[in-house]
């Protein structure tokens, strides 16, 4: 796509910080709105997702909220080639990154919902629950220390690269970042959802993890630490869950909630997350 002629006096400069002010300000409208939808309803690991549409909305709110900060580098790097164009530039990159997002989290809904249907009462937080809780956060871990994770991580934070520097690139720049952060983090919503899906605090927990690994200037000592963090929580989720600050255990007394499609108390906890 060839692009028209702009003259530097054309080109306002201050757009890129101003880009970038309105996606950190989305996040933070993205907590607030979780803040209020969440509350009261954490029911601790493996809790009931909630019928589809209203896990819809609250994955895309989760997305804005938790991955936007961990964005906010890549869209600078995106607008900075295209200032003449920053803004439009900057929301087909969101469009795109926020799709790839909304179907990993479709793809994880309907695992989990295969797996709460099959109704294996062994699965339940008293029976092998918390083991399956511990296991699925230390394997996010372990993931941390593979070379596919020191990979993607790479791919997440180098320049973006683009055959184009006009607009009609951005959506598909912004689909490609949005796999790539999907494969290095993928682990760590899951990790989420082993703690508690519904937990505001968690959600924080976790998207400090994210962004510390796409800002610090030693990302892969960051990695090893986000490494540590996730191995000790597994750990103490299977010997000691209580001594766990802000860890919501299921009971079967747990009310149902608004928007739950049942009750979210001691079910099955949903095999492989």
Excluded: N
């Amino acid at each position: 796509m060839r692009e028209l002629a702009v003259s530097p006096r054309a080109t306002f400069r201050p757009v890129t910080p101003a880009v970038i002010v309105g996606v950190l300000a989305a996040a933070a409208a993205g907590w607030f709105v979780l803040t209020e939808r969440m509350a009261g309803m954490d029911s601790g690991p493996g809790g009931d997702p909630g019928a589809l549409g209203w896990f819809v909305g609250t994955w895309a709110v989760m997305t804005v909220a938790m991955m936007l900060p961990a964005a906010a580098p890549a869209v600078m790097r995106l607008v900075r080639g295209r200032r003449a164009h920053a803004p439009e530039a900057a929301v087909l990159f969101l469009v795109g990154y926020g799709a790839v997002w909304m179907l990993a989290g479709l793809a994880g809904y309907s695992l989990v919902q295969a797996g709460r249907d099959l109704h294996i009462d062994a699965l339940a937080w008293s029976s092998a629950g918390r083991y399956v809780a511990g296991a699925s956060v230390v394997a996010a871990g372990l993931y941390q220390l593979t070379a596919a994770k020191h990979r993607w991580l790479a791919r997440c934070t180098a320049p973006l690269h683009s055959s184009s520097e006009g607009i009609s690139s951005a959506l598909r720049v912004g689909t490609e970042h949005g796999v790539c952060c999907v494969a290095c983090c993928g682990t760590l919503m899951a990790a989420l959802y082993a703690l508690g899906m519904m937990s505001i605090t968690w959600m924080a927990v976790v998207t400090v993890l994210i962004v510390t690994e796409r800002l610090v200037p030693r990302p892969a000592l960051a990695v090893h630490a986000v490494a540590a963090v996730l191995v000790v929580l597994g750990v103490a989720l299977v010997l000691s869950p209580t001594a766990i600050p802000a860890l919501t255990i299921p009971t079967k007394a747990r009310p149902m909630t608004m928007g739950m499609r049942g009750p979210a108390g001691d079910r099955p906890f949903a095999p492989g997350v």
